[in-house]
């Protein structure tokens, strides 16, 4: 398995619909928005990258994937990742860049992007960003959520494994405590849910990503959303944050997720 994985901050999401993008005219020459979503596991980061998707158009690029794809199929970036991919030997620096922009000049970036994940070192970061700087933005977006906010959410979170929807134990106006509005199957909490697993996770996560957050605030580049409320008031807040600094436009679905955000 590509090391290259292990950058991911993990997002799975089924892909199937497109829908009209809005932008205004004096964006039609600017370099296209590469946007980064950052927030640690429990916040919602991976439901508002798929909504993200559906309201602006935008395509979700992971660096991971598309390394992989050149080395499997042999393109000559991948001949440059294929021995950090197979013997964990060096990354060349300036291979992320290079197969980044490849992807972004595809039309579907026209007006932005979504990168999923982003390298876990600094210097990695500072280097895509200081090569990519003249031909595209970067917007780095992030979810500012306290341990403690996410610890009782996940610990409030009800599964249902057989339609997939998620729910807040805590909620008032659900029918029934025990099975699902939707399915009627019974809810369950989720193997991962335990206060220990989830402290682990959040530690190993502020670890890797604090440091570039430090960075992007350092610079003055990162766009704090607060994230101690509601999935759908964090929505709300990234779309107008977004369009603010973009000036594109959403088309704004009603926010129909999951009731308490998964990831
Ligand atoms: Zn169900």
Redesign the pocket.
């Known amino acids: 398995m590509c090391q290259v994985l292990s950058w991911v901050l993990v997002l799975l999401c089924s892909l199937s619909s497109s829908l009209l993008f809005c932008g205004s005219d004096e964006q039609n020459d600017a370099p296209p928005y590469v946007i980064v979503l950052y927030g640690a596991p429990g916040s919602g980061r991976a439901t508002f990258t798929v909504r993200l998707w559906k309201d602006f158009a935008f395509p979700i690029i992971s660096l991971a994937t598309l390394l992989t794809n050149h080395v499997l199929d042999g393109t000559v970036l991948g001949s440059k990742g294929q021995d950090y991919c197979i013997n964990g030997g060096d990354l060349p620096q300036e291979l992320l860049p290079a197969i980044l922009c490849d992807r972004l000049l595809h039309p579907d970036c026209e007006k932005g992007a979504l990168l999923e994940d982003m390298p876990l070192t600094a210097s990695q970061v500072l280097d895509i960003k200081k090569q990519l700087s003249s031909r595209f933005r970067f917007l780095i977006v992030n979810i500012d959520t306290s341990d403690e906010y996410l610890i009782q959410r996940v610990e409030r979170r009800l599964v ?1 494994y ?2 997939g ?1 998620v729910y807040d134990d805590s909620e008032s106006n659900r029918k029934q405590k025990t099975y ?1 509005d ?2 009627s ?1 019974p809810l369950q909490r989720r193997q991962g849910d335990s206060p220990e697993v989830i402290k682990s996770r959040l530690e190993a996560y502020r670890n890797q990503v604090s440091p570039l957050l430090k960075i992007y605030k350092e610079k003055g580049e990162l766009l704090q959303i607060p994230g101690d409320r509601k999935v759908e008031e964090i929505y709300k807040d990234i779309i107008q944050t977004i369009e603010h600094v973009t000036g594109l436009a959403a088309s704004k679905h009603p926010f129909e997720e999951p009731l308490l955000a998964q990831e």
């Open positions: 249902c057989t339609c929807y699902c939707i399915c199957s």
